[in-house]
Nanobody
């Protein structure tokens, strides 16, 4: 199995911005639809943004207009640009395929985002 590695999280004030990155060592995911998942404290992990191999994108209503997902196949990296962050965006962020392919790709440790004044 290949594990994803997420980075870029941190603590920001409401209205702030962060850009998250995700890569997977030892494997390329160029041909997979990739997504960012958010797990708020005490809640289930949910898909919030997806990007296809053709770079078509989809977003959950909660982040539409504020978050932008993108990918660089040459760098084997998926990004999530987050703007106008809200306290409800707090939690861990993970990347993975959409749908999940647990036989090949393992969840990473995630990156923590805290939005607080």
């Amino acid at each position: 199995q290949v594990q994803f590695v997420e980075s870029g999280g941190g603590m920001v004030q409401p209205g702030g911005s962060l850009t998250l990155s995700c890569t997977a060592s030892g494997s390329r995911f160029n041909y997979y639809l990739m997504g960012w998942y958010h797990q708020a404290p005490g809640k289930q992990r949910e898909l919030i943004a997806g990007v296809g191999s053709n770079e078509n994108t989809n977003y959950a209503d909660s982040v539409k207009g504020r978050f932008t997902i993108s990918r660089s196949n040459s760098k084997n990296t998926v990004y999530l640009q987050m703007m106008n962050l809200k306290p409800e965006d707090t939690g861990y962020y993970y990347c993975n395929t959409v749908p999940l392919e647990p036989s090949y790709f393992q969840w990473g440790q995630g990156t923590q985002v805290t939005v607080s004044s």
